[in-house]
């Protein structure tokens, strides 16, 4: 994926044009406010994505750890907002209702921290296993809190996706596996470590990761 490209973006009107189809008053507050913030810092970022997004070398070896609050709140172009956004709008709705905002609230905050840092181990894992330096500079960037809450709506919610295509199709593809297997597994560990106490470009040129 190239950077952020400075034409019409079709992506972030169509996201709008969801938002106001479902209704602002339909919308939970915890759920309303992340995607509000996701949208203000795609328009107004706090930094370029070059120095937003997560790496083993820009957070381990140069100890730039403000970058695990930074990677999750920025997007590399307006397509990858919307589909992460639209992920999290329907998401949202349903699991803020059925868990309260506080405790989505926290699962958000939980969640945008965790799939950083098991994103970050698992690339210096892969980097020293496999004895390839280049995984320490794949640069990730992008709200991956969303798959994280698929397993969480996918487990026990059995009428979660019923009447939502979006999420019917997404439901059958999430079991595809993913292009970077790694970029997937930091994604969903997060998620099943809740689950299971009861209760997701490289810097040198190409592009960045899309969480």
């Not at 602002?24 to 507050?29: H, L």
Request: hydrophobic content about 45%; overall charge positive.
């Amino acid at each position: 994926m190239q950077r952020r490209s400075r034409g019409v973006n079709v992506g972030l009107l169509m996201l709008l044009s969801q938002v106001f189809h479902v209704g602002i008053n339909n919308i939970p507050p915890v759920t309303l406010a992340t995607l509000a913030l996701n949208v203000w810092l795609f328009l107004n970022p706090l930094k370029p994505l070059h120095y937003s997004c997560i790496s083993v070398e820009k957070c381990y070896q140069q100890k730039d750890w403000q970058r695990l609050l930074l990677s999750p709140l920025h997007h590399a172009d307006d397509w990858h907002l919307y589909f992460n956004m639209v992920s999290m709008l329907w998401k949202g709705i349903k699991l803020e209702r059925r868990l309260g905002s506080r405790w989505f609230g926290y699962i958000i905050t939980t969640f945008s921290l965790l799939t950083g840092v098991v994103y970050l181990l698992l690339q210096f894992t892969l980097a020293e296993f496999m004895n390839e330096p280049d995984f320490r500079r794949n640069c990730a960037v992008g709200f991956s809190v969303k798959s994280a809450l698929a397993a969480l709506a996918y487990h026990g919610l059995s009428d979660f996706s019923s009447g939502n295509p979006f999420l019917i199709i997404e439901r059958a593809v999430i079991k595809v596996p993913e292009n970077s297997s790694y970029l997937g597994l930091s994604r969903w560990l997060p998620s099943w470590c809740v689950l299971s106490s009861h209760m997701t470009s490289e810097e040198s040129g190409v592009g960045y990761e899309m969480y």
